[in-house]
């Protein structure tokens, strides 16, 4: 394991002791999956996160490993007419389109990497995403900010630029 990767035995152990409602429902060599719920204002929310450590030889950008979050209950509302809709700040789930993933951190600024402990990070700002999409549900407005990557940062070219929600 490269010395700046958290092993999964780590960010299993961290979430444990931080978040002791998330529980893993799968494991593998590398891989693990919590679901758990949040309450960041009203509703409770059901969550999944999915985390896979990427080898220190692989060539990978942050987009492909980063941690995989979906909200299954409620399932999140899809709304055409608001601000950043249908759902801001997603990315689509080709396998199940009904469950996006939520996008959570500027990728491409490495706001995360796999060195960040999921405890400290992809949770509370899983949390901080529903609290500012129960915002935009009673407002139509998304005061979350963020932004998402351009489709030449997706392709691997170089140009950052800002772009609408997804």
């Avoid at 030889?57 to 299954?72: H, Y």
């Avoid at 400290?120 to 915002?135: A, C, D, K, M, N």
């Avoid at 998304?142 to 800002?162: L, S």
């Amino acid at each position: 394991m490269h010395p700046g990767l958290i092993s999964i035995e780590n960010q299993i152990a961290a979430m444990a002791e931080r978040w002791p409602g998330f529980k893993v429902i799968e494991r593998a060599d590398r891989y693990a999956v919590w679901q758990g719920r949040l309450q960041p204002l009203q509703r409770f929310y059901t969550v999944r996160i999915g985390y896979r450590v990427p080898l220190a030889i692989e060539a990978f950008s942050l987009l492909q490993v980063q941690p995989r979050v979906q909200i299954l209950d409620p399932v999140l509302e899809r709304h055409s007419d608001y601000e950043e809709g249908p759902v801001p700040h997603v990315y689509v789930n080709r396998d199940e389109p009904r469950l996006p993933y939520l996008c959570l951190f500027d990728a491409y600024n490495r706001e995360w990497t796999p060195s960040d402990l999921l405890a400290e990070t992809t949770v509370p700002w899983s949390s901080r995403y529903l609290f500012f999409y129960e915002g935009w549900l009673a407002t139509k407005s998304w005061r979350g900010g963020g932004r998402h990557p351009t489709r030449e940062e997706q392709d691997g070219i170089a140009n950052k630029k800002a772009i609408a929600a997804v």
